[in-house]
């Protein structure tokens, strides 16, 4: 039943955050006041998916590390520099939103991103290292990149985004691995048993940084439509720029399905909880409202690479055809 469950909330995975964004907002008098549980709960998400995983899929990544690299790389520097440029033309005046648009860009990739990877027949143990490299390098990496690309106009606290990340995320993820690793993998059961309370604790979780920020959100505005706007483009662009480089690196079907989906999707959640609590709110809306586009996105994206896929292969069997016939 559990599992029957959880199917039906992948289904339910494009549309999940967005539904939850709104709800946030609409009942705001009631969830906003429940904003001190968010990091107890994204702690309990981030234990929950890290259960199907062990650092022994780490091996097999690291003796062909380029993949590897090349997403960190577009996950702490490509795309934060890209935002920071977005921010610096179109909001030169108002450091908060810049600020939003680079947090969004710099935080880890989303655990989330394992779901799609799965869904599409992806390299999951690429997919999974990723995950596991970047969430243990986050605390370090995230509050640094922000602190140098926009740390002279917000006061930006790096401790305390290091401990958060450090307790919200990392010590979660290395917990779960653990058990997985010791229990020799029995602890997947336990992962699959919990997957449906992660995605229903996830919707919680992006209901209630919707109900904090539900004063920036709530009127509509031009300035919202074109935070909108950009954090559309930008994410857009993160997933369109590493499949292009997947191409470009003329890596298999698996491999470009997990560079894909780990180089375009981010730990929204995560980074929302930062903004919401060691920023001023209007920091986090940049960051919400990419919660509504991020899994439309993934969703939409393997599609158009499925189909771009299946061409590929229909191309080169009907040239295979061709040349046999002659």
Same mark, same amino acid.
């Given at each position: &039943? ?6 039906? #909330? ?6 999940? /955050? ?13 969830? !906003? ?19 199907? !995983?062990?650092?022994?899929? $780490?091996?097999?990544?690291?003796? +062909? ?11 702490? $520097?490509?795309?934060?520099? =890209?935002?920071?440029? @977005? ?11 810049? *600020?939003?648009?680079?947090?969004? @860009? ?5 655990? *989330? !991103? ?14 999974? +290292? ?15 990149? $922000?602190?140098?690309? %926009? ?50 604790? #996830?919707?919680? %979780?992006?209901? =209630? ?8 959100? +709530? ?11 950009? %954090? ?8 369109? $720029? /590493?499949? &292009? ?13 997990? &560079?894909?989906? *780990? ?20 920091? @986090?809306?940049?960051? =919400? =409202? ?7 996105? @993934? ?23 061709? %040349?046999?016939?002659?």
């Amino acid at each position: &039943m559990l599992q029957t469950f959880n199917r039906q #909330l992948e289904r339910f995975m494009p549309f999940l /955050t967005p539904v939850s964004v709104i709800l946030g907002v609409i009942f705001a008098n009631h969830l !906003s006041s429940l904003s001190f549980l968010i990091p107890w709960i994204f702690a309990i998400i981030t234990f929950s998916g890290s259960l199907n !995983s062990n650092f022994s899929s $780490l091996k097999g990544a690291l003796k +062909s590390p380029l993949p590897l690299l090349i997403i960190l790389f577009v996950l702490h $520097l490509g795309m934060p520099v =890209i935002a920071w440029g @977005a921010g610096h033309l179109i909001f030169a005046n108002d450091p908060f939103t810049s *600020t939003g648009l680079v947090l969004a @860009a710099v935080i880890p990739t989303g655990i *989330t !991103s394992f779901i799609w990877v799965t869904i599409y027949k992806g390299n999951i143990a690429l997919a999974l +290292s990723i995950i596991l490299l970047d969430t243990i390098l986050s605390p370090f990496l995230v509050p640094h990149t $922000l602190s140098f690309l %926009v740390g002279q106009k917000v006061e930006i606290s790096i401790l305390s985004i290091m401990y958060g990340l450090l307790y919200m995320v990392v010590l979660p993820s290395i917990l779960g691995m653990t058990l997985n690793h010791f229990s020799k993998e029995k602890s997947v059961q336990a992962g699959k048993a919990l997957a449906p309370f992660s995605k229903l604790g #996830l919707g919680l %979780v992006v209901m =209630i940084n919707g109900a904090v920020v539900a004063p920036y959100l +709530s009127n509509i505005t031009a300035k919202l439509v074109i935070i909108a706007v950009t %954090v559309f483009i930008l994410a857009f662009f993160g997933y369109l $720029l /590493t499949w &292009m480089v997947a191409n470009w690196l003329k890596r298999d079907r698996e491999t470009k399905v997990a &560079m894909i989906f *780990t180089g375009g999707m981010r730990n929204i959640s995560a980074g929302a909880v930062i903004a919401v609590q060691y920023f001023p709110a209007a920091v @986090a809306v940049p960051v =919400i =409202i990419g919660m509504l586009f991020q899994q439309v996105l @993934a969703s939409i994206f393997g599609y158009l690479f499925k189909r771009y896929e299946d061409r590929i292969i229909h191309s080169n069997k009907q040239l295979v055809d061709n %040349v046999s016939g002659l």
